[in-house]
């Protein structure tokens, strides 16, 4: 999830855990707690960009890290708050749920995470939540606020944390229930209309979790759609886009090429633009897809010159966004 997520979050469980023994540090303490293992973006400042894809969210969202770095906190804790009540096992507790709760809601989203680094490179993503959802952080965000204003000591503080952590996991539900009604919808969808698939994938469309962006992988390429919620036509408008394996065969030995294959886990489609040998990553979606079908993929990767890969995640995720594109989404979120 996004850094104000992890925070905001942290914050709420450190004042649920530690906020009557450490007032308002837990907070504080808590938001440091939840966004720890994101600390391999440091990473980023000496790997190259298809390194630097496998390492976040790798070794640091493992359960091998939590397991080795709880008992070191909590430790470090009691030196420095040798006064503030907290036993090592509660500050065992403490450091150990903040970070299994970072790793759990990472998992939520496309990326995916490294949970069993380095015993395994496998990564888990249960695609449910869109990696910035305002719908789901809100609640968290405004309890946070509340709880830097309410005093201390004041029994609203319990109010404020319950109410943000009720709501925001009530939401996460939701968009459990939400993920399992689109994937049966696919699922009947697909054999309806007589798609051969391997397999397929369903994601949230950005900042929202009514329009699914769809993912049906054939033989030599993939059928990509959207599906809302709100849906009533028993069908989905797919276009095809080929993988194009075949020319990769020049480079397919190169170690960024085997990375790239092994992050997006299969799903991607190769195309020659101008001088460039492009490397599309499927799983992050298009840009504004739902405004335009042929709309190029969020994540691509110049395999023709590798320096210019720095932000290959992040550079095309808001591209295509205009009035236009917002009003299309907004129009399909309603539904067909």
Known sequence: MDSFTHIA?????????LGKKLGKRALVLGA????LPDIDFIASLWLDASDNLLAH??????????????????????????????????WSAFFGIQIVVHLLIDSLNAYGVGWL????AQRFSFNVLFVADPFYSIWLGIALLALIVVPAKSRNRVKWTVAGLVLSSTYLVYTIANKYEINNDVQRIIKQQHVA???YFSTPTPLNNWLWYVVVEEKNGYQIGYRSVFDQKDSILFHYFPKNDLLLESVRSRKDVRQLQQFSQGYYSISQRSDALVFSELRFGQQAGWYDPQANFVFQ?????????QLAVQRGRFAGWNSASVKALLKRIKGD
């Open 9 to 17: 979050l942290g914050g709420l469980l450190g004042e649920a855990l």
């Open 197 to 199: 698939f391997i397999r």
């Open 301 to 309: 990767y110049d395999l023709t010159h590798p320096s210019k890969n």
């Open 117 to 120: 680094v380095p015993f395994s």
């Open 32 to 35: 440091i707690a939840q966004s």
């Open 57 to 90: 969210r790798g070794f640091t969202h493992s359960f091998v890290f939590a397991t080795a770095v709880t008992p070191l906190l909590a430790f470090l804790a009691t030196v420095w708050h040798p006064h503030a009540g907290v036993s090592f096992r509660n």
